[in-house]
């Protein structure tokens, strides 16, 4: 039954046009966050796909993916809310536990393949136009893949995680939406408040 839940909701968002839209709004972001990093960098001597600049934007994923996880995890559950199939679904011969497991499973797995676009524009980069030449080393590609596995996917897992929970206590998209807002703005006030200590 996971299963199934898992197989269904992927291929439903796979297909749907607006993944498509999901996919270059990040592949966006990993060029623009990329520029960003190494801009802040500058004067350290780093290339401009350097393994340390792609850490640096894979660890705090950006604003764009938290919006975007937030999205996905909501329509992922929300709709049988929404459109009022839960009643539907309760009445089956189903484990409860097995049916918000295969959803939250779903929307954890959809986070994660979209995710991939953040990764493709960070690859990008050097064909994007935005430096010269001897900005540009080989592309990391093993350190993106350590990034992406030890950061990105944890961080994908605290989210939907949070999201996920918020929908269930409340019965409310909103409820997710703050739960990330007030996660963005703790986020900026611990990020602020290092800078301004002199902590590393």
């Known amino acids: 039954m996971i299963s199934r839940i898992i197989q269904f909701e992927?291929?439903?968002?796979?297909s749907h046009w607006t993944t498509l839209l999901i996919?270059?709004?990040?592949i966006f972001q990993g060029i623009w966050y990329t520029k960003g990093t190494f801009?802040?960098?500058?004067?350290?001597?780093?290339?401009?796909?350097?393994?340390?600049?792609?850490?640096?934007?894979?660890?705090?994923?950006?604003?764009?993916?938290?919006?975007?996880?937030?999205?996905?995890?909501?329509?992922?559950l929300y709709k049988d809310i929404e459109h009022k199939t839960s009643q539907w679904v309760y009445t089956l011969p189903l484990h409860e536990k097995?049916?918000?497991?295969?959803?939250?499973?779903?929307?954890?797995?959809?986070n994660v393949l979209v995710a991939f676009g953040y990764v493709i524009g960070m690859l990008l980069v050097?064909?994007?136009?935005?430096?010269?030449?001897?900005?540009?080393?080989?592309?990391?590609?093993?350190?993106?893949l350590q990034g992406?596995?030890?950061?990105?996917?944890?961080?994908?897992?605290?989210?939907?995680?949070?999201?996920?929970t918020l929908i269930i206590a409340f019965k409310r998209m909103a409820a997710g939406y703050l739960?990330?807002?007030?996660?963005?703005?703790?986020?900026?006030?611990?990020?602020?408040?290092?800078?301004a200590s002199g902590a590393t």
């Open 10 to 14: 992927v291929k439903q968002r796979l």
């Open 23 to 26: 996919l270059l709004a990040l």
């Open 39 to 76: 801009d802040y960098y500058v004067n350290e001597d780093l290339l401009m796909n350097a393994p340390a600049i792609f850490y640096k934007n894979l660890a705090g994923g950006g604003i764009l993916m938290i919006i975007i996880v937030a999205l996905i995890t909501g329509g992922v």
């Open 98 to 110: 097995r049916f918000f497991l295969g959803r939250f499973l779903s929307a954890y797995l959809i």
């Open 126 to 144: 050097p064909y994007a136009g935005i430096g010269e030449a001897h900005r540009f080393g080989p592309a990391p590609v093993a350190q993106l």
């Open 148 to 164: 992406f596995l030890l950061l990105l996917m944890p961080n994908l897992l605290l989210l939907t995680s949070l999201i996920f």
């Open 179 to 195: 739960g990330v807002l007030v996660t963005t703005v703790l986020f900026l006030v611990m990020q602020t408040v290092s800078e």
